[in-house]
């Protein structure tokens, strides 16, 4: 039937819908621009949801373990064997994605009697100065988003990813009007949490539309952190060493948020 | 015309391979009270001739791991590399940091596929591994090798290349009748051992680098610990080697 191509047009829809309601409860990933790197955040259920890729390559993603894991490791061979056969600086994220996990992801997604990647990406990068950064959101269907500055959007120096489109949009905005380049890394760490907050509040059917009060973030915030675990990792920006990833324990979390 | 009969030798008997088994270099390493100091002298050598002062033969592999080398550098810096890559892909894969175990096994099969090059006349490598082990039994360690892939875990100190005779006769000396053991000196005072063994290294072997006063080259010094690398910066160095061996 799909020979048609009306057919494989309404077969996309039903498979872009069937994904849309597989990931929409994914919770959401923050990724922050600060004065001396990126920090990454998410608030954790059970698994793991933010990787190291490559020196300065970082990945935070939601969707199906399995998926997200053959993802990670395409991710993660192809830039070690830039990195070995090359070298470290001819690993870029802009490459890696654009040329190689975007059409596998687009494929994918279009052959429909095969299965697609239920999984939604966010990459970031750390630059030598901050406006080096690049984050990079890479969706099931190969499409990507970035924070460079276009005609339509000014350079952002902050990524987001959540399972809907109004809880990314509205994570976005907060994120827009709220985020200073400079900021220390406890600020950054509050901020993000609040973003996530904010993600986390819009997400399903009775999810807010409008960003909320300043006084329903913080309480909601307060409520979720004695239930979960923060998950959060940065890419330093000091360059006295190569690798730049590392994750950051609850307890230096806790005591850098003052709790 | 040679005679082809079925009792003549086949091809001639190989002549008696010399294996180089001293590499021009020194590279030393002792635990100390902050860890593993580990130290190499800056001379690359081809045959007679001085190549290059500026060599690095102390080289990080991770976070918490120095591979030291005595050998020919294009064989020793690839292996280094190949090192860092296999560490460093087995944590981003399986999201947990390779064994110590493991990591010095790796090394060792690196020296072992190696060992041909070895027996034809090129490529020998020896080097010493320091680690920081943080299993169930945290502590720093240190390993050498020979050529042939066999590791070695030394309890005090650890010394290599063509200066190293020298080295060890003074870490012996320094760990059984010094002052203090090597393992309860201080930062000052380990670097002060390993310039002062260094220097004595050069004195007598001519491929060992040492200190250069006139153009103010110092070895390469490097301490792994619990909280990682530390390379000491050359103005360190410098005002140690002024204040206690100049």
């Known amino acids: 039937m799909i020979e048609e191509p009306y057919r494989w047009v309404e077969a996309i829809a039903n498979r872009a819908e069937y994904i849309e309601t597989q990931l929409a409860s994914g919770s959401p990933i923050v990724a922050l621009g600060y004065r001396d790197g990126i920090l990454f955040l998410t608030l954790g259920k059970t698994r793991q949801k933010l990787f190291e890729i490559y020196d300065r390559i970082a990945m935070g993603a939601i969707g199906h373990p399995g998926d997200i894991e053959r993802l990670r490791m395409a991710a993660i061979e192809l830039a070690s064997t830039e990195g070995f056969t090359r070298s470290a600086a001819d690993v870029s994220l802009r490459r890696l994605a654009h040329y190689s996990l975007s059409p596998v992801l687009k494929t994918a997604f279009e052959q429909v009697y095969g299965a697609p990647y239920l999984a939604r990406l966010l990459f970031a990068e750390i630059g030598a100065k901050q406006e080096n950064d690049l984050f990079l959101r890479l969706d099931y269907d190969g499409a990507i988003a970035t924070n460079s500055a276009t005609f339509a959007q000014t350079r952002q120096d902050f990524g987001a990813l959540s399972g809907t489109r109004q809880s990314t949009e509205l994570m976005e905005k907060y994120l827009a009007a709220e985020h200073s380049a400079g900021a220390t890394f406890e600020r950054a760490l509050k901020l993000c949490l609040d973003t996530w907050t904010v993600g986390q509040l819009a997400l399903g059917d009775s999810g807010v539309k409008e960003l909320p009060a300043r006084e329903k973030i913080l309480a909601e915030r307060k409520e979720r952190l004695r239930a979960a675990g923060i998950e959060a990792a940065i890419l330093d920006r000091d360059d006295r060493s190569a690798l730049r990833y590392r994750t950051l324990d609850e307890t230096e979390i806790r005591s850098a948020l003052g709790d | ?246």
């Open chain 2, 1 to 246: 015309m040679g005679h082809m009969g079925p009792l003549a030798p086949i091809g001639t008997a190989p002549a008696r391979t010399e294996i180089p088994l001293t590499q021009a270099t020194t590279i030393l390493a002792f635990k100390f009270q902050g860890g593993v100091l580990v130290a190499g002298d800056r001379r690359a050598t081809a045959g007679n001739t001085v190549v290059y002062d500026r060599a690095d033969k102390v080289l990080e592999i991770d976070r918490h791991s120095i591979m030291a080398i005595a050998g020919v550098p294009a064989t020793a810096w690839e292996m280094a590399r190949v090192l860092e890559h296999s560490f460093q892909f087995f944590r981003r894969t399986q999201l947990q940091e390779m064994s110590v175990d493991g990591k010095v096994r790796a090394l060792s099969k690196l020296l072992r596929d190696n060992f041909g090059f070895v027996l034809q006349g090129a490529g020998v490598v020896v080097p010493i591994f320091a680690t920081y082990d943080a299993g169930s039994d945290p502590a720093a360690r240190l390993y050498f090798y020979d050529a042939m892939g066999a590791q070695f875990e030394v309890a005090d100190d650890a010394a290599t290349g063509s200066g190293s005779p020298a080295v060890r006769g003074i870490l012996y000396y320094e760990n059984s009748w010094g002052k203090k053991p090597l393992a309860k000196l201080s930062e000052d005072e380990a670097v002060t051992v390993a310039l002062r063994a260094l220097d004595t290294a050069a004195e007598s072997d001519t491929a060992t680098g040492g200190v250069d006063r006139n153009a103010k080259i110092f070895p390469v010094i490097k301490i792994v610990s619990r909280e990682g690398i530390t390379t000491l910066p050359e103005k360190k160095i410098a005002a140690v080697f002024k204040r206690s061996v100049a």
